[in-house]
């Protein structure tokens, strides 16, 4: 069993920063490919942005050069830089990773965290 654990959500005013992290922990696994969606109220949960076990990202027109994934292979740790955060941006964040175990792969999600972006 693999769990994901989100940090770094919060209260930001527009045009500020916030980093995510979302750390991977179990026994015997490894990650394939990590992502971030969001859900703001009252819309459909949206992909933000993944990155693959070679590290090729792709990002939604959204928040295409705003905010940037990376990862640390060592620490099976996934970040989400936001940077020039708009309104629009307000929403549950929440990370996904298919991840490979004993079992094969299967996909695991965080239990997201909140990002509000108001004066």
């Known amino acids: 069993q693999v769990t994901l654990v989100e940090s770094g959500g919060g209260l930001v005013q527009p045009g500020g920063s916030l980093r995510l992290s979302c750390a991977a922990s179990?026994?015997?696994?490894?990650?394939?490919?990590m992502a971030w969606y969001r859900q703001a109220p009252g819309k459909q949960r949206e992909l933000v942005t993944f990155?693959?076990?070679?590290?090729?990202?792709n990002y939604a027109g959204s928040v295409k050069g705003r905010f940037t994934i990376s990862r640390d292979n060592g620490l099976n740790t996934v970040y989400l830089q936001m940077n020039s955060l708009k309104p629009e941006d307000t929403a549950v964040y929440s990370c996904?990773?298919?991840?490979?175990?004993?079992?094969?792969?299967?996909?695991?999600w965080g239990q997201g965290t909140q990002v509000t972006v108001s004066s």
């Open positions: 179990g026994r015997d696994f490894s990650i394939n490919v």
């Open positions: 996904y990773g298919n991840i490979r175990t004993s079992a094969g792969f299967s996909g695991y």
């Open positions: 990155i693959t076990s070679g590290g090729s990202t």
